[in-house]
């Protein structure tokens, strides 16, 4: 229901194919500009100013296993068009799985006669930021191997042995998983682009259980992966993506070694069952990336969405503490100054990067806060000129082609800090703190002021030492105070990516899939509470 | 043409069934239409229209299983599709838990497809979308909304003789009315099977007046409260809690369910008075009679007296546990009392009012906390009167306690498809404040 939500994507219920049937190449470029130009000439012939066209082809799979069982292989493909519209003003879309002239044809009839019954109740006529024209061009995410290529027998070996792993190390139960999409996406417009792309993700997985029947408990830690726009090569392992964390953690920049993962989560879900339960009260935080990327996710990425500060989101996902006049002033303190987040639709090897954006716009990077200070927000084509500027800044996305697209966040990153510093340093420096590791619970309200975060391992620091293990651990915090609170951040040896596979926005719902990178940071006096209870 | 009927769909998939040459073979069948609108800022935003139709094959060689979808349903793409899923369950590894296809089945039959919900035309929409708007407008509100209608088939033909089909209608609404001073925030929701039973002005009325009462809402000290919880607020907390009815977790002693000799089933898990079974055959939230593995949907004790009376068991755990299976629930239908909801504020001394709850994450699965912020409407209550809105709080609370701490039930309302009462509960738990309006 939430925004920001881990969601199921419709798309998860494609059409079941074949390993091999993925590795089709699909429709040919020039049928797909054949086909994308009869809606667009249709739509013209109706009397749309505007209209775009987007052939997608998404194919994924995904492994499910639990213990020594494969419990599913799924292979999918979604093959459709959707068609956007500008009539009278106002916005008409319609999609079909029917990719023929005909098809398609009907398909634009429906989006154009939306947008006019709409336009009689339509009140601020849509208003297009300029485009380049790009001609026919294409772009791909850099991968070394395509998921595609790996046999399947392979995938399913590498999860059990990791299965294995965990219950060889005193695990009472263990699911995994691997999702690996990829998004084949052509798109045209009555601008004059034509634009065929070829994204690629992964997310590798698992959720170890570690019981104690006796005492009734039972504890769950989940894997130390990130989700990454990346190929089948995140799954090598390789030694020189690995970082040392404090008390024998195990962390991850680029490359990921589930089965070392498994045999400490199944170490660490026993460790838990007998953890310290934290005494409530203000404790200095040591956020690790892949926790702190849900956190940067949750109280910059939402809140800086345009289409939430304007209203557009009020129904659903909700609105923003960080106003217009709050960005207008150009003295907003959204963090202290050593907070520089930033906006970047390129990065490469995250979730959301892409060559261009689902209408047409060529992605970039741009500042959000710079040092501190709020300086503008993620916008499209219809919105900026709200915000008084004329280029959109290329973050349109569609969960698939039977989707709309809209406003989605592109990658929010906070950058490492500029001078050496270390994890150890960093714990060392904390007289009484908490190091977190990983995502937890996670809830805000629908400005992006009040909010509560757990996370996957909590240790207690004394006086620049790790102690030991805490339980029932949750810190709540006002974003605003929150990143004002930011004392030291690691230096960019550190940094690492964060990412959600699934996040859900607007209304019918829809998925999209964005990275958070950061380096391990340091936040003073935020209040922690125990979630411990008796039932 | 996305909805067949009945006769349609069985020739199609008993076409596609004759093309089989596996051990066993299922065949699921499903198309649907479906219309939204979307408004904010006081105008039409987004809005769309989508059809889709598929044909699911699944063809098992002993243990082995492969499913193959297409969505054309001549002769040559029927035998073409079998074919794929056999060639997909050679290669496919063995899955332990395979169960054989359920023989032929006595369903109930359905009430959820009402024509007038699948009539429902683009004007029908912008129409909905004016009644809120233009008296947002009226009252210095702004209105931003959501019109979601469909309508679908499902059906299901096996190579053991099942047949099954169900078609339904269903139309969600929210809207939320925000003053323009930045400082009210109101909300519905309505959902039905039948569009006629929906009054678009009268849902943007109580979302107005909500939002008109919560402007300047004062910060009051969380900590616990009586709460008098309207159904929309308590539907998501009692959804989560009925996902620890899954017996196979409960047995497996990673559930809320689970004890160190087994499950809590007959134990006293909450008040006496709390009561939740389900029916697909209410005529207030009808759904289809059958589920995904084509077993008969009926009416379900799920909690009688505050006490455990059925966990959902899967066919193969049932097999596994030497039980018959139990579905799970296709809705969730919890007692009532007869206390309307200004009678529930008359007779409250000091409380919440609460509207809805927003933003719930599980905190801990073992005692089911969840967390969460009331949302779009939240009153202070003293001595049988609302005497100013509140700030939003954050909550800490699991729906145990919740039901245990239970004080008066209300009136039942349709909610998500679901009839939840209006409750008034004590010891609610806020444990801090949010600015959110």
């Known amino acids: 229901m939430g925004a920001g939500a881990l969601m199921v994507p419709s798309y998860l219920m494609g059409s079941n194919i074949s390993a091999e049937a993925l590795l089709h190449p699909g429709m040919d470029i020039l049928t797909k500009r054949k086909l994308a130009d009869v809606a667009l000439n249709t739509a013209k012939s109706l009397g749309s100013t505007y209209a775009d066209a987007r052939i997608g082809r998404y194919l994924n799979q995904y492994v499910f296993t639990r213990e020594d069982k494969v419990q599913n292989v799924v292979n999918t493909e979604s093959f459709g068009i959707g068609i956007r519209v500008i009539a009278n003003g106002t916005w008409g879309f319609a999609s079909t799985n029917s990719v023929t002239e005909d098809g398609i044809k009907k398909a634009t009839q429906q989006a154009v006669a939306i947008a006019k019954a709409n336009s009689k109740i339509q009140r601020e006529p849509v208003k297009l930021a300029p485009v380049q024209s790009h001609g026919e061009v294409s772009w791909k995410t850099p991968i070394e191997k395509d998921f595609k290529e790996v046999p399947v027998s392979e995938k399913v070996d590498l999860l059990l042995s990791a299965n294995a792993a965990a219950m060889d190390n005193g695990a009472n139960f263990v699911n995994s998983a691997l999702f690996m999409v990829n998004e084949q996406k052509y798109f045209a417009s009555t601008e004059g682009s034509y634009i065929d792309q070829d994204v690629h993700r992964i997310w590798p997985t698992f959720g170890v259980t570690a019981i104690d029947r006796e005492a009734g408990k039972f504890k769950s830690r989940d894997a130390m992966s990130a989700p990454m726009g990346m190929g089948y090569e995140y799954m090598d392992g390789l030694e020189s993506e690995k970082l040392e964390g404090p008390s024998g953690l195990r962390l991850y920049r680029n490359s990921y070694d589930i089965v070392e993962d498994a045999t400490l989560a199944a170490k660490q879900a026993k460790e838990m069952l007998s953890a310290k339960s934290v005494e409530p009260g203000k404790y200095d935080l040591v956020l690790e990336p892949n926790h702190l990327g849900l956190t940067i996710h949750e109280s910059v990425g939402h809140p800086l969405e345009l289409d939430r500060v304007l209203g557009y989101e009020a129904n659903y996902a909700g609105t923003s503490f960080a106003t217009l006049d709050k960005w207008k002033s150009g003295d907003f303190q959204y963090g202290s100054d050593i907070v520089n987040l930033v906006a970047d639709k390129t990065q490469v090897g995250s979730l959301g990067a892409v060559g261009y954006d689902d209408e047409g716009v060529k992605t970039k990077k741009w500042d959000l806060v710079r040092n501190g200070i709020l300086t503008n927000y993620q916008a499209i084509r219809d919105q900026v000129h709200m915000i008084d500027q004329n280029e959109s800044h290329g973050c349109c996305y569609a969960e698939s082609w039977n989707d709309v697209q809209f406003q989605r966040m592109p990658n929010v990153s906070l950058e490492p800090g500029k001078d050496k510093y270390s994890i150890n340093d960093m714990i060392k420096d904390v007289e009484k703190g908490i190091y977190i590791a990983g995502r937890g619970s996670y809830s805000i309200d629908q400005q992006r002021y009040n909010f509560q975060f757990g996370g996957t391992v909590f240790y207690e620091i004394k006086n620049g030492e790790i102690v030991g293990m805490l339980d029932d651990v949750a810190y709540q915090s006002n974003t605003q105070e929150f990143w004002n609170s930011c004392t030291k951040i690691c230096d960019k040896s550190d940094y690492r990516m964060f990412g959600s596979f699934f996040d859900g926005k607007g209304q019918p719902s829809q998925v999209s899939a964005v990275s958070h990178g950061s380096s391990t940071s340091r936040f003073d006096g935020v209040n922690v509470i125990n979630t411990g209870r008796s039932v | ?437």
């Open chain 2, 1 to 437: 043409m996305a909805i067949y009927t009945k006769e349609e769909a069985r020739q199609i998939m008993e076409k596609a069934l004759s093309f089989s040459t596996a051990d066993a073979c299922v065949i699921n069948m499903g198309g649907s239409e479906s219309g939204n609108i979307r408004y904010a800022r006081n105008t039409v935003s987004t809005s769309g229209h989508r059809s889709n139709q598929t044909l699911a094959v699944e063809a098992s060689f002993g243990k082995k299983s492969g499913t193959a979808t297409v969505d054309e349903f001549d002769d040559e793409s029927l035998e073409s599709v079998v074919k794929r899923a056999e060639e997909l369950a050679k290669l496919a590894p063995e899955n332990p838990e395979f169960m054989a296809p359920l023989g032929p089945q006595t369903y109930d039959e359905s009430i959820s497809f009402v024509d007038a919900t699948a009539n429902i035309k683009p004007e029908y929409r912008a129409e909905v979308a004016a009644k809120s708007i233009n008296p947002a407008s009226e009252k210095d509100v702004t209105a931003a909304g959501f019109l979601n209608d469909s309508s679908g088939f499902s059906a299901m033909l096996n190579s053991s003789g099942l047949f099954a089909y169900n078609k339904s209608t269903d139309v969600d609404f929210t809207v939320t009315m925000r003053t323009n001073d930045g400082t009210g925030s109101g909300w519905v929701t309505r959902d039905y099977n039948d569009v006629t039973k929906f009054d678009p002005a009268e849902a943007a009325k109580v979302a107005i007046d909500k939002a008109v009462m919560s402007r300047e809402a004062r910060a009051i000290e969380p900590g616990k409260y009586t709460v008098i919880l309207e159904p929309a607020a308590s539907v998501d907390l009692l959804r989560n809690m009925s996902g620890a009815f899954n017996a196979r977790t409960a047995d497996e002693g990673r559930s809320f369910m689970s004890k160190d000799d087994g499950t809590k089933m007959g134990e006293k898990i909450v008040d006496e008075r709390v009561n939740i079974w389900s029916d697909p055959l209410h005529p207030d939230v009808p759904t289809s009679t059958w589920n995904g593995e084509g077993m008969p949907l009926k009416k379900m004790k799920w909690i009688e007296n505050g006490v455990v009376k059925n966990l959902a068991y899967s066919r193969y755990w049932a097999e596994q546990q030497g039980v018959d299976p139990v579905p799970f629930p296709s809705n969730f239908i919890m007692e009532g009392g007869d206390a309307s909801r200004e009678e529930l504020i008359k007779n409250t001394k000091r409380g919440i009012l609460v509207t809805r709850l927003w933003y719930i994450r599980s905190v801990d699965p073992q005692t089911l906390l969840y967390t969460g912020l009331t949302r779009d409407g939240t009153f202070y209550i003293e001595n049988g009167e609302i005497r100013y809105p509140v700030k939003n709080f954050r909550f800490n609370e699991s729906p145990i306690i919740m039901l245990n701490n239970l004080e008066t039930l209300g009136e039942q309302v349709r909610i998500n498809g679901n009839l939840i009462p209006y409750m008034k509960v004590r010891d609610f738990t806020f444990t801090s404040l949010s600015d959110a309006v």
